[in-house]
């Protein structure tokens, strides 16, 4: 391979999907105890419209474009996990059911804690910058709560620890270890480029770009919320890329790995062969494109 391939990838039902670019891999654990694996090429935004590459443009861009495949991922997971073809997801079941998370998401995290400032603004302050700051510290106490109490879940728990693979066999992968279970095993739960990571830097970037506006009526302040939202999203992409190549800015995502202490269990070695399976088949799809373009 000309270059070392930045792999990315995310913990699924059962299983974990891995991701280079274009290239995407799914494995997961079947009840039979056997690996299924799903390959495919995508293709991105960034390669029809070049100007979608731009700095801050492309963070807001690899958040959607994640929304998607991930949708996508959880439910060929879920169906490759699956007892029997009875209980099979439809793509169109999984987006409603991730559609409305999503909306959950925004109004628990973004405009409960506008309205519950609104409600106490009279109590906290006049001042705007004052009020923006209060409603960021409840916006992170929010988050905080929440991954805390989802932590506690005993399926959601099984997730982590393929999340943990998943990291596990990249940071292997990176050092230029061979993928094979002891290699891996070595390695931390822990990555620096992790969506964890991502998601709490969206939230202490929206603290203090939020409190850079004035404190208009209730309305205009869950408008400007939602208009800011990409470019916060975009802020916290670069800044998390940024981290991955200088180690002077691994120090923004220290709070991340705390976090990610919470969002990650250590594998069984079973999982952590499924990660290997979803990393190789990605690598090899790379290998393979690369030789077609010679």
Wanted: aromatic share 8%; net charge neutral.
């Amino acid at each position: 391979m000309s270059a070392t391939p930045r792999i990315g990838g995310q913990a699924v039902i059962e299983g974990v999907m891995m991701r280079h670019q274009e290239q995407l891999a799914i494995a997961v654990r079947k009840p039979d105890m056997q690996i299924a694996l799903h390959q495919e090429t995508l293709t991105t935004a960034g390669e029809k419209f070049p100007l979608l590459k731009m700095p801050l443009l492309r963070g807001a861009v690899a958040l959607v474009e994640s929304l998607v495949v991930g949708v996508r991922a959880l439910t060929i997971s879920a169906n490759a996990a699956a007892v029997e073809e009875e209980e099979e997801l439809t793509t169109w079941q999984l987006t409603v059911t991730v559609g409305f998370a999503l909306l959950l998401g925004v109004a628990l995290f973004f405009f409960l804690p506008t309205i519950v400032t609104n409600f106490l603004a009279d109590r906290i302050s006049s001042r705007p910058i004052v009020l923006n700051l209060v409603e960021g510290l409840i916006r992170l106490f929010i988050f905080l709560a929440y991954m805390i109490g989802v932590a506690q879940l005993k399926d959601i728990q099984r997730v982590f620890a393929y999340h943990g693979a998943e990291h596990k066999s990249i940071a292997c992968f990176e050092a230029g270890e061979s993928l094979t279970l002891a290699n891996a095993r070595k390695y931390s739960t822990l990555h620096p480029r992790c969506g964890t990571s991502f998601l709490l830097l969206v939230m202490t970037i929206s603290v203090l770009l939020f409190s850079l506006f004035a404190w208009p009526n209730l309305w205009q302040r869950l408008i400007l919320r939602l208009v800011l939202l990409p470019l916060v999203a975009g802020i916290a992409y670069e800044l998390i890329q940024l981290a991955g190549r200088f180690s002077f800015f691994r120090y923004l995502t220290y709070p991340g790995l705390w976090l990610q202490r919470l969002t990650t269990r250590e594998p069984d070695d079973q999982q952590l062969e499924v990660a290997i399976c979803a990393i190789q088949a990605v690598l090899a799809g790379v290998e393979k494109r690369e030789v077609l373009e010679e």
